[in-house]
């Protein structure tokens, strides 16, 4: 079958611009749900390895909901399902007057979705601390909260830094499901436009170029992380 | 003299075998379908009354039926009555794409004819003139364009809707906000659960929609001129004059014959809609004679 | 959210089961393909020649780096372009997922190789074993213990992202469920109940995983 190239479609106005925008909202999206995420996966993490049953189940209730349902069905749980849930007038809120809809949703699906992911990295990093270090620490008089804050927090979210790192670069290309429920990100853009010009080789190589991109710049932040944060006498590199 | 005869004999014995049903001859779509041994069909899933999934979760509809009627005379071009007829369902995004690169071989949905389109495909004759219209919930008080100021409407990624109602904001400056739903069933979720206040989308789609509904008496097609020119037709590949010489012959049959009109009766009059003059006159001219 | 309908899942079922069942054959094939493409990729990656590792490394990289979502387009729209004929939607996803899975085995199964210390294989070669009885009687039985519960959890997130073929209409559970919620007027409810399915099934999956790693543990 025949096709023609035509690669200045990429540089034409309004493509370029709308590939930026694509790029912009998908980096947007990508950072703040990170953010998000790191703060609340760092609770729930504490939370499952806390003394009291319930918090801890409490904790686990929300790792197992999030970890074990697809990530597209989150997005539509969020968008479609969530309001409806609501009373009605704040649900009403919700689907007309909260400010640019696709993107806020987008941001609570993909945030708290990763956040199961990080709580389980959080957790795994302060179990592999040997349990004495913790006993230790409470017998010589330190408060529990005094024990996460100086002994399990330092060093159990660096045993875990190498496995967030992979999360961090996961969120980027989870980012692209945000199409599903219409935020024009990256991958949204590229395919609008290959329906505008009927060129999509050029625009889908553009897109995995862009995102290749992103997941080395990542990997290399994430690296330079990785080995100021490494324990000395400590395998770091665990399975991911 | 005697060398030349048998030459001659010899090409026009050649000429005489290979009539339109010899597999050497044949390119493009009827060369693809003859050696598949099928012609595949693409088609929507949601676009009633013209292409969607029936209760027998079989693609029917106004454009399933003519490009039936299409893949018979394939069939008899062909002489070969035991060609497979092979569903894809496509979404306004990927439709073209799929055509050109020969997942399917004829797009039977609600696609809009346009020379824009016409340099990456090509259409049988026109068979529905579409336009785009406005749903709205009773309750909006939505009565023309112009009351779309400022309101959340969506509109299908990728469709032509989607163009003509971006160009209409910026002209009008009128501040609609975009929603982008992936095709008729999010947005009529939005509508239905007040997230957006209208949905723009083809007239047939967008009657059909009403009447599919829940309580068809609280939504409204928002009646008036319609926002664009839109005559559908059947999408087939560019360069294939072989194939749509087929197509629209067994096009121009209906069309003569008067068999479009229970056809169109037969879908058109579930969603409360009737052949207007444009149509018939249309039918008429391109009847074209044997 | 008001007056959900069970009869409506109820009538819908054979619709339902029918996705279902192509969502549990794409995950089948897809798993055994990736894990094919996998341990070869990791005996890639494992090579001595440094232009067979770089290779392996490369790809690794190359497919862990794009999402899933514009790989499955890539194969659903472009890949037909260069091959000159057509290719199904189900067909594409599933080369997409193995070629995208395969670069997660592979990374899955090395580590595993490498869990397993020098110093065993050492002593094996010391005790006079030639390299591949080592491999074979030390190495693997090892590496493969360490690896299976990462490799089934792997599994169980394919199965998961197989939802993402809904976006070049391949009617698997999640398009079946939308499919019923719209024609029934209960899109939310469907939405719900297709949440919970997955939820029920992945769930119940990892628990299994997590007895047999107890029961076979080191």
Known sequence: ?240 | MVWRLALSAAFLATLAFAGPASADDLYGTLKKVNDSGKIVIGHNADSPPFSYIGANGKPEGYTIDLCHRVAEDVKKELKRPDLKIEYVSLTPVNRIPLLVNGTVDMVCATTTNNFTRQRQVDYLSTMYISGARIITRADTGIKSLADLKGRPVTVNQGSSNEQIMKALDEQQKLGIRFINTKDNPQAWASLESSRSDAHVTDEPTAYGLVVASKQPDKYLVVPGPRLSFDPFAIVVRRDDSAFRLVGNKALADLYRSGEIDKIYEKWLSTIGMSMDPETKTLFKVQALPE | MSGFDLGVIIRSLPLLLEGMGVSLLLTVLAIAGGLSLGAVLAVLRLSRLRAVRTFAATYVVLFRSLPLLLLIFWFYFLIPLFLGHPIAGFDAALIAFVLFEAAFFCEIIRSGIQSVRQGQIMAGLATGLPYGAVMRAIVLPQAFRNMVPVLLLQCINLFKSTSLVYVVGVRDFLTAAEIVGTRDHQLTELYVFAALVYFTLCFGGARLVKRLERRYAL
């Not at chain 1, 925008?21 to 996966?41: D, F, K, P, Y």
């Not at chain 1, 996460?148 to 159990?156: A, M, Q, S, T």
């Not at chain 1, 010009?197 to 997941?215: D, K, R």
């Open chain 1, 1 to 240: 079958m025949r096709y023609s190239w035509k690669w200045s479609a990429v540089l034409t106005d309004p493509y370029f611009d709308w590939i930026i925008s694509g790029l912009e909202l998908t980096l947007l999206l990508s950072l703040i749900s990170w953010a998000i995420a790191l703060v609340l996966g760092c609770l729930i993490g504490i939370a499952r390895t806390a003394e009291t049953k319930w918090i801890r189940s409490l904790a686990a209730a929300y790792v197992e909901c999030f970890r074990n349902v697809p990530l597209l069905v989150i997005f539509f749980l969020w968008y479609f399902v969530a309001p409806e849930i609501l009373p009605r007038n704040a649900g009403l809120w919700v689907k007309r007057d909260l400010p640019f809809p696709e993107f806020w949703t987008s941001v609570v699906a993909l945030s708290t979705y990763t956040a199961a992911m990080v709580a389980e990295q959080v957790r795994a990093g302060i179990e592999a601390i040997p349990r004495g270090q913790a006993n230790a620490a409470l017998a010589s008089g330190l408060t529990r909260w005094q024990v996460y804050r100086y002994i399990l927090l330092p060093v159990g979210l660096r045993i875990a830094v190498p496995a967030l790192g992979n999360e961090f670069i996961n969120i980027f290309k989870n980012s692209s499901l945000a199409l599903s429920i219409g935020l024009l990100e990256l991958t949204s853009r590229t395919r609008q436009i290959s329906e505008y010009t009927y060129q999509p080789l050029e625009m889908f190589i553009t897109a995995s170029a862009v995102y290749f991109v992103i997941a080395m710049l990542t990997t290399a932040i994430m690296m330079a992380i990785e080995r100021r944060s490494r324990l000395p006498g400590m395998i770091t590199r665990a399975t991911r």
